[in-house]
């Protein structure tokens, strides 16, 4: 199975941008969507942004919507987060997934791939 590796964490002050990126050394399935999630030390991983394999549906979580956006790159596995106007509650681990999806999904066990995190830590 493809792996996936994430890179672009770092620390940032709050109001900063700061983008990640997710790249797959091979190709998993078909038609692959793509996800992003977060963690913290302690706390549930909580689902970021979502799309579509053909890239043309997103979702987001409410608490990033407007600030943060997705997008990947055409017939391959691999995706980007845009991170805008970043709050130190955006501090977490963030993991990149994909799995064999028609559409962007929010539930992380529909993911059969994932990454081995990044961390982004927001100061304020």
């Known amino acids: 199975q493809a792996h996936l590796v994430e890179s672009g964490g770092g620390m940032v002050q709050a109001g900063d941008s700061l983008t990640l990126s997710c790249a797959a050394d091979?190709?998993?399935?078909?038609?692959?969507?793509m996800g992003w999630f977060r963690q913290g030390s302690g706390k549930e991983r909580e689902f970021v942004a979502a799309?579509?394999?053909?890239?043309?549906?997103?979702l987001y979580a409410d608490s990033v919507q407007g600030r943060f956006s997705i997008s990947r790159e055409k017939d391959k596995d691999a995706a980007y987060l845009q991170m805008t106007s970043l709050k130190p509650e955006d501090t977490d681990v963030y993991y990149c997934?994909?799995?064999?999806?028609?559409?962007?999904?929010?539930?992380?066990?529909?993911?059969?791939?994932w990454g081995q995190g990044t961390q982004v830590t927001v100061s304020s």
């Open positions: 091979g190709r998993t399935h078909s038609t692959t969507g």
């Open positions: 997934a994909s799995g064999p999806l028609p559409g962007p999904s929010r539930v992380s066990g529909r993911y059969d791939n």
């Open positions: 799309i579509s394999w053909n890239g043309h549906s997103t």
